[in-house]
């Protein structure tokens, strides 16, 4: 258990190494770029990187009034642009906030589950597929904070998950807690058949935790931790 915790703390501090060898501010902005050819034995896999919501909705709305959304897409660009640096190919189910709905789609629970069936099925046409989707958290209380993830009943997404709660326990002992299994009422995670995760990765509700999640170089850390991980788990 250790020597994979390290392991997957040192992909981390190497992403985070390698930041001087490329466009700092070109990752800081959220523009992805693959800087590797790739290593060895790695990357076979499609990495897909699932940002939560977009487009008509916006998710849960953080005390400082910013959407879910938002975040999650800039956390899931960093983190495709730090995948790139280990040559890991990158599909994301969503690159802007604008989403295309169908015709059919008046309201916004129609688009939401249009566009939640459509993530699904994008997984499900790639073979030898890995999901990570990214999320904030909310509470009805500004009390409860620290990130969690959760799993697909899907072979590898237990360690997958695993390994992401162990290692963002680098931002936050409030971390350490066990990943679990998701609900029956999230879609995503029970209609897709590779390995899956979903990150939430704070409490929008938290005060301090909404203001580190405002800033670039928390959400920096965020997708490096979360990628390093996944680089760590490869054989």
Known sequence: MKK????NLIAASLIIGCLTAVSVAEILNGRPRAVMAGVPGRGAATLIIDPGHGGADGGAVSVTGTYESTLNLDIALRARALAGLFGINCVMT?????????EDAATIRAKKVADTHGRAE???SIENAVLISIHQNKY???????CQVFYA?????????QRIQDTLRQL???????AVQIGRDVYILNHVSCPA???ECGFVSNYAEAALLETPEYRLKL?????????????
Do not use: C, H, M
């Open 4 to 7: 994979r915790f390290w392991r």
């Open 94 to 102: 969503r690159e802007t906030q604008d989403i295309e709905y169908p």
């Open 122 to 124: 994008l997984v499900n």
């Open 140 to 146: 009805t209380t500004s009390g409860p904070s620290g």
């Open 153 to 161: 009943p899907t072979e590898g997404s237990p360690e997958l998950a």
């Open 172 to 178: 936050s002992e409030k971390n350490g807690r066990g």
């Open 197 to 199: 995760v979903l990150v």
């Open 223 to 235: 997708a490096a931790l979360i990628i390093g991980s996944y680089v760590g788990g490869l054989s």
